[in-house]
């Protein structure tokens, strides 16, 4: 049923009636309002309804009504002739049977809904994988950074009992081709009487190469190749001597040169970092 209010403009705050009028083929005893214009709110239609087709045709100005003893008033229509909007075209065919219980379908209904989540899901997982790939790779090192981190050597170029001193990031770095006596010396030494005790295999992968970072261990000093007390370094600046395996024998050095990694790609190669 729909209801229509109207209010008088002049009579309303001294005199209010209400009048309901219901129609059935009965008329009111008294009746307190008398219309002036009358339109077909819903007018019948063969097409489907819908939503949108209900309100196009609505009226375009509300239903006036005028009464004689003022106040509001209200107007009650019983259309029995409106047909209810049917959308069977937008439902499942597994719910358009009323007898049908919902829960049956439930999980072929649900399957569909699974699938967009999950797939969704991987999608998702796989953006963020890859933005965080960029993000992190953009945070590396450049390519000329990497290409200072390593350094390549031609042993062949270093004659036997000579110390050849190269710039590898920054630092000096002492690549010594080692005779055989001085390898016989070094592998001789008692290592418990060593400050850092180190055996000479354990600082060299080939016994004829010593690879050592020149800084010395005490105040980071360069030491001179080839001199001292015990015929390897010597830091002239506070006098610490390190013999030709680059263990710390004399002065205030605590530890013994630094070894940085390095491999040997073949027997006239070798990188360095």
């Known amino acids: 049923m729909l209801s229509f209010v109207s209010r008088s403009s002049n009579l309303a705050a001294s005199s209010v009636a209400a009048t309901q009028t219901v129609a059935l083929g009965n008329k009111a005893a008294f009746p307190a309002v008398k219309v002036v214009k009358e339109s077909t709110l819903v007018p019948p239609s063969k097409k489907q309804l819908s939503p949108n087709s209900l309100t196009a045709v609505l009226p375009r100005k509300p239903v006036q009504a005028s009464f004689s003893t003022g106040g509001p008033s209200q107007v009650r229509f019983a259309h029995t002739d409106i047909r209810v909007p049917d959308f069977s075209e937008y439902r499942r065919n597994d719910l358009k049977s009323n007898s049908i219980d919902a829960k049956e379908s439930a999980p072929k209904r649900q399957g569909f809904s699974y699938l967009i989540v999950g797939s969704g899901a991987v999608a998702g997982a796989y953006a963020a994988k890859s933005v965080v790939g960029e993000f992190v790779s953009s945070m590396s090192a450049s390519a000329d950074v990497l290409a200072l981190a390593k350094i390549e050597v031609k ?3 270093i004659p036997e009992g000579k110390n050849v001193t190269f710039k590898w990031r920054g630092k000096p770095l002492f690549i ?3 005779t ?71 002065g205030p050095a605590p530890l013994n040169l630094e070894i940085p990694i390095h491999t040997f790609v073949d027997e006239s190669t070798l990188v360095v970092g």
């Open 155 to 157: 042993l062949s170029d």
């Open 176 to 178: 010594r081709h080692r």
């Open 180 to 250: 055989q006596a001085e390898i016989d010396a070094e592998m001789g030494v008692d290592v418990s009487s060593l400050r850092d005790p180190q055996h000479d295999t354990e600082r060299c992968q080939r016994p004829e190469w010593l690879v050592l970072l020149g800084v010395c261990t005490h105040l980071g000093c360069v030491p001179i190749a080839n001199s001292g007390d015990y015929g390897g370094y010597y830091c002239p600046c506070h006098g610490s001597h390190y013999d030709s395996s680059g263990r710390i024998r004399k």
